[in-house]
């Protein structure tokens, strides 16, 4: 197996780590070379090694839903579990002291809250710094750049329970934002804040009548989520007790974000892997957060193996590999036990079990099989028909243009001067906008806004475009069927009738076809007399013609045109 190739638009979560500090916490060095190998072993990469200020540091991609080694405390953790130097530990959550009130104003801007408590925690720089970063992460990751989830943590010293989870008109609400020097209003914060490096979260609560809150039994104000933090109860070094609160518009993905953040930390506590639990009461009851919970899954080792392509291995090799990645798991018969804890919310479905199995095994030692049935990939023939035309086009001197597979209902029916055109389409149950109302019934519709678009540009315009439609299909699985069609479109100071009739010609000597004629048509988008249909053999695949004007009109264009369009499969 070759290293897994990146391409640039689908990158990964890439973190910064030391590598000085990364190989403390592995207990061990190594060459460049063999800590790349190492990554890939684990299912990682390593993107890039860069010095800053005299440091050595490392880039490393981590996979978009291994949210618990976005911070070196994790990655270290499970890599060191992978290479068995150390076990899983296993997280506790004790009993909750404090409370969190959650008001029913919050409903209509960020309805769910949930927090945790961590004890007797020791901040160093690279602690604090790592804290930081994995807030950061997990607020463009999972909280898709806070939209979704935001992440608010304080001094747990400076403030004082129950805590209340609240909205409030802005004008009402007044604190001192973190690392400010002066009390401000939220009209007044947001004002300032479009200057910094807040700007582009202002816009997920700005224009709602309410702002979310958080506050202390005292009034002080803690965090305006999405957005910042107070600077009454700012961390720093000197933090022992660290509340944490996260708000979020999808419950789930908050329970994922506390859960991530106590086991990620909870190792700097005096009491290792331990936190301690907040009551979020509400209107529908309480409930304890976080969870931290573990759930077991049972699997059945052949079936994993043989979906792996690794042929020998036995039920308990399986459960040790499993260990290796985090998933605690003990062999029963031909079955594996596999307990899925806090830290792995990656883990959704037995194949994400049996990735695991694979890598903990090793890409490049699974053996590579020749499949027992031998099948030989090739072209479909309605694509290579579709390059024939391409090029055939190309070389008439006509420009190749791509249009939106969905248009108005209007495009198709009413603008064409074909009214009954909507019934035979496939329409959008819940359009965003009006020029997405269905899937096109033919490309003419995409093609005319393209001149349209470009009206400037020098006669003539010669476009065309081969490229799929859309019908209704009753007999079919789906109840549509998709059609492969070419449209080609001359327009200019005449109306080059003579010229798309020679695209016809041309395409039909191109492809050796002779059983084909053209028959006048009454179709109302052509102007009368001037449209016909193509037939092949006895079969209409398509028309020609010159455009009707109240049919240019509807599309903005004062210049004639002529078009043709035909469906290719016939031609196959």
Do not use: W
């Not at 953790?77 to 404090?98: D, G, Y």
């Not at 027992?372 to 086009?393: A, H, M, P």
């Amino acid at each position: 197996y070759q290293r897994r190739v990146r391409a640039n638009n689908l990158r990964m979560p890439t973190i910064t780590v030391t590598r000085d500090i990364l190989y403390e916490r592995l207990g061990c060095t190594y060459t460049e070379e063999e800590f790349e190998d190492e990554c890939f072993d684990f299912g990682i990469e390593l993107d890039d090694v860069v010095e800053e200020n005299g440091v050595t540091k490392f880039k490393i991609d981590i996979p978009a839903n291994r949210y618990d080694l976005l911070c070196v405390e994790g990655l270290s953790r499970a890599m060191n579990v992978f290479r068995e130097r150390s076990k899983t530990p296993r997280f506790i959550v004790h009993q909750a002291c404090l409370k969190m009130i959650v008001d029913d104003s919050v409903k209509s801007v960020r309805p769910y809250c949930v927090a945790a408590v961590l004890r007797d925690i020791t901040f160093t720089d690279e602690v604090y710094n790592s804290f930081i970063l994995l807030q950061d992460k997990l607020h463009q990751n999972i909280g898709r750049e806070r939209s979704l989830v935001s992440i608010g943590t304080h001094d747990l010293d400076t403030i004082q329970g129950p805590f209340t989870y609240k909205a409030l008109p802005p004008k009402d609400i007044k604190f001192q934002p973190l690392n400010q020097e002066t009390v401000m209003s939220a009209p007044e914060m947001f004002e300032k804040f479009r200057q910094t490096y807040l700007k582009p979260y202002l816009q997920i609560i700005e224009g709602s009548s309410l702002y979310p809150l958080i506050t202390d039994a005292n009034g002080v104000v803690l965090s305006l989520p999405p957005i910042i933090n107070g600077e009454h109860s700012k961390i720093t070094l000197n933090t022992k007790n660290v509340f944490i609160e996260v708000t979020a518009k999808d419950r789930e993905k908050a329970k994922i974000v506390i859960d991530t953040i106590c086991s990620m930390f909870s190792e700097h506590c005096s009491n290792q892997f331990c936190c301690e639990a907040v009551e979020i009461v509400s209107s529908s009851g309480s409930v304890m957060t976080p969870n931290m919970g573990y759930r077991t899954e049972v699997c059945s080792a052949k079936e994993m193996c043989l979906k792996s392509g690794i042929t020998d291995l036995s039920s308990e090799d399986v459960a040790n590999l499993l260990c290796r990645m985090y998933l605690p798991s003990k062999c029963i018969g031909d079955e594996v036990s596999v307990e899925v804890g806090p830290t792995r919310h990656d883990i959704l479905h037995q194949c994400d079990i049996e990735e695991d199995v694979a890598i903990a095994y090793g890409f490049n030692n699974i053996p590579k099989q020749i499949p027992d049935i031998y099948t030989i990939g090739t072209e479909q023939e309605v694509n290579k028909l579709t390059d024939s035309v391409r090029e055939e086009l190309a070389r008439a001197g006509f420009t190749e243009v791509l249009t939106f597979s969905l248009c108005s209902r209007d495009d198709i029916s009413s603008n064409l001067r074909i009214p009954k055109a909507i019934d035979n389409a496939v329409q959008i149950a819940n359009p965003k906008t009006y020029e997405f109302q269905v899937v096109r019934t033919q490309l003419l519709p995409g093609i005319l806004k393209t001149v349209s678009c470009n009206r400037k540009m020098p006669l003539p315009l010669k476009l065309f475009e081969v490229s799929d439609v859309v019908i209704q299909q009753e007999e079919a699985d789906t109840g549509c069927q998709n059609l492969r069609n070419v449209c080609a479109l001359y327009c200019g100071k005449t109306s080059g009738f003579e010229v798309v009739h020679g695209v016809l010609d041309r395409l039909m000597m191109a492809l050796n076809e002779k059983d084909y004629s053209i028959q006048q048509s009454g179709d109302p988008m052509f102007f009368s007399g001037r449209g016909a249909d193509v037939i092949l053999g006895s079969k209409k695949i398509g028309h020609l013609g010159i455009l009707h004007p109240e049919v240019l009109e509807k599309f903005e264009i004062s210049l004639p045109c002529s078009v043709l369009e035909i469906n290719l499969e016939p031609l196959i």
